[in-house]
Nanobody, 115 residues
Framework: QVQLVESGGGLVQAGGSLRLSCVAS????????MGWYRQAPGKQRELVAA???????NYADSVKGRFTISRDSAKNTVYLQMNSLKPEDTAVYYC?????????WGQGTQVTVSS
């Protein structure tokens, strides 16, 4: 099992920044990658950014150039630096970790961007 605990959400004005953190614990040696998803009210959960164990990353088009995913392997932590936030970034952000056949999820953290 893998446990994921997110932190760093909150309320910010448009144009502002937030940094989300996700700490992984448990049986993490076989994790293939980690990422951030978000879900806004009435919408499907969508991938925001992901980083694989080899270091490669990918981003949703809507956040490219504004968000950066990174990791600190020594701390088993993944970060999402979010800059130039927009009201449409408002959502619950979920940390995800995946192995070959299993996905793990955090409890989610709310990000609200006011206009």
């Amino acid at each position: 099992q893998v446990q994921l605990v997110e932190s760093g959400g909150g309320l910010v004005q448009a144009g502002g920044s937030l940094r989300l953190s996700c700490v992984a614990s448990g049986i993490i040696f076989s994790i293939n990658g980690m990422g951030w998803y978000r879900q806004a009210p009435g919408k499907q959960r969508e991938l925001v950014a992901a980083i694989r164990t080899g270091g490669s990353t990918n981003y949703a088009d809507s956040v490219k150039g504004r968000f950066t995913i990174s990791r600190d392997s020594a701390k088993n932590t993944v970060y999402l630096q979010m800059n130039s936030l927009k009201p449409e970034d408002t959502a619950v952000y979920y940390c995800n970790a995946w192995k070959i056949t299993t996905d793990y999820w955090g409890q989610g953290t709310q990000v609200t961007v006011s206009s």
